[in-house]
């Protein structure tokens, strides 16, 4: 078969001038995914040291190894926040100094963070009896993994840093099958168990205490549009999860008007639209969803005392 090579490039070449909306050329270089997916692995060395090293790190090693990675980091992290400044404003002229003063900011924030996957990993060990001991949970579980990449994509997506929070996130959704965007905030003794299929929005606002199982989506329920037809960002659209909250497997609750009150359960399949009240059990039950007061020991609520929650 006669397969000329200068056929195929011309082809291409067309193509590139025909399609023009999925080039990136004659432009400043974008952040590499491959530089993200390695400052990714060194950060959960540092969040979990003597965990993701490839061997073993001794208390007296730990200063110069801590020093050295932070230095590492700092300035590859440096560099591609550079590409993503010049990329989002071309006509801003400092983009260096910039990209290190975000850098500084985001490693004194580390000790904060690490004081908040402590208590991560308390509630997967809680809430598992699965789980044998700390070690496991950190080599082991998805969930942990990917709260910890979320918790430090938070701080560069609270630092207005473009591209790169999303890169980091994708990453470890790649890895987990777990898709927290970065812009969600998550309070203390956060678990996901198991993890596969969780999706949590950018707007979305977990309080302590929460426990998603697989599948769980805290979503948008519809998007709002301007006069031209066009999606309107930064507005409210995902759920706010109260403390104590547990959901069960392939839940779905949706809407940025949508609070799941505290210490509620939401069982499995439950697809929800509406907020519900503080210690509320919500469950699938002969294909109809049921609403029951957990604190009056499962009774049903009268039609007139049940929250409406859309059916």
Known sequence: MDCPQEDLVSGLLKSYQEVG???????????SKRVIASLCEDLLQLLFPGFFAEEAVSTAELP??????????RDRLADEMEHSFRLA????????????EVACQFFKKFPVVRRLLQTDVEAAYDG?????SYDEIILAYPGLEAIAIQRLSHILYRAGVPLIPRMMTEWVHSRTGIDIHPGAQIGSHFFIDHGTGVVIGETCVIGSHVKLYHGVTLGARSFQK???????????????????????????ILGGDTTLGARSTIGANVFLMKSIP???L?????QVQRTYDKTARQK???????????L
Request: charged share 25%; hydrophobic share 30%.
């Open 21 to 31: 909306g999925i080039n990136h050329l004659d432009c400043a270089n974008l952040p």
């Open 64 to 73: 110069l190894i801590t020093n050295e990675l932070v230095q590492s980091i």
């Open 89 to 100: 404003d071309p006509s801003h002229t400092d983009n260096r100094t910039w990209a290190h």
């Open 128 to 132: 598992d009896p699965a789980a044998k």
């Open 226 to 252: 301007d006069e031209d037809g066009h999606i309107v960002k930064g507005t409210k659209r995902h759920p706010n999860v109260e403390d104590h909250v547990t959901v069960y497997p392939n839940a779905i």
């Open 278 to 280: 503080p210690d509320t």
């Open 282 to 286: 919500l469950v699938m039950a002969d």
């Open 300 to 310: 049903p609520l009268s039609p007139d005392e049940r929250p409406d929650i859309g």
